[in-house]
């Protein structure tokens, strides 16, 4: 167990739905990353969280959104979703003044 | 061209073998190295961080960077089909934010 608690762990629905990931970061750890991993791909940087600002933006799709709480958990919400966005969503979380990532377990999304 | 450059592979050794894991990178003011393994659909973990330039052992693993050639290598000795799995590369400059390879694909086959 990594500390970082990712749910659901898999993910089941249809095209044009929305859903909502969710994420818990190891304790003491202010920052929250999630990352898109599509089959046999590799990671693909979404967006950053820190304390609750967005701190940093990659290659997250306007259908995609996400936040951070003032308890440092954190949501991404995924809508009008696609056949292409059938992925594994990884969170990770790193202490302040940090850049070592520790990463969930993942949530396996699919889309039919 | 990529930041940060990995072959995918796959990488197909046999059990006991020295294999060398590489990748290379543009931007020279990348000073903090690391090498995450991801086995089959879990989340990566960290195997080993470098800061700047030189060697750093662990176990069976070595890191090692060369700075002046924009490259990096991750050596593991008397592989074992335990170490098959995906190993990415990752760097950063002093702002920290990570710019992540591919990942190379480790087969060792018994």
């Known amino acids: 167990d990594s500390g970082v608690t990712q749910t659901p762990k898999h993910l089941i629905t249809a095209t044009g739905q929305r859903v909502t990931l969710r994420c818990s970061p190891r304790?003491?750890?202010?920052?929250v990353y999630w990352y898109q991993q599509s089959l046999d791909q590799g990671l693909q940087f979404l967006i950053q969280?820190?304390?609750?600002?967005?701190?940093a933006k990659g290659n997250i799709l306007e259908r995609f959104s996400a936040q951070q709480f003032p308890d440092l958990h954190s949501e991404l919400n995924l809508s009008s979703l696609e056949l292409g966005d059938s992925a594994l969503y990884f969170c990770?979380?790193?202490?302040?003044?940090?850049?070592?990532?520790?990463f969930g377990a993942g949530s396996r999304l699919t889309v039919l | 061209q990529k930041e940060v450059e990995q072959d995918p592979g796959p990488l197909s050794v046999p059990e006991g073998a020295i294999v060398s894991l590489n990748c290379t990178y543009s931007n020279s003011a990348f000073q903090y190295f690391m090498w995450y393994r991801q086995y089959s659909r879990k989340g990566p973990e960290l195997l080993m961080y470098t800061y700047s330039s030189g060697n750093k052992e662990d176990g069976r693993f070595t890191a090692q960077v060369d700075k002046s050639s924009k490259y990096i290598s991750l050596f593991i000795r008397d592989s074992q089909p335990s170490d098959s799995a995906t190993y990415l590369c990752a760097m950063s400059s002093s702002n920290y934010q990570l710019i992540w390879g591919a990942g190379t694909k480790l087969i060792i086959k018994p």
């Open positions: 304790s003491g750890d202010l920052s």
């Open positions: 969280y820190y304390n609750g600002e967005e701190r």
């Open positions: 990770a979380s790193s202490p302040p003044i940090s850049n070592v990532l520790t």
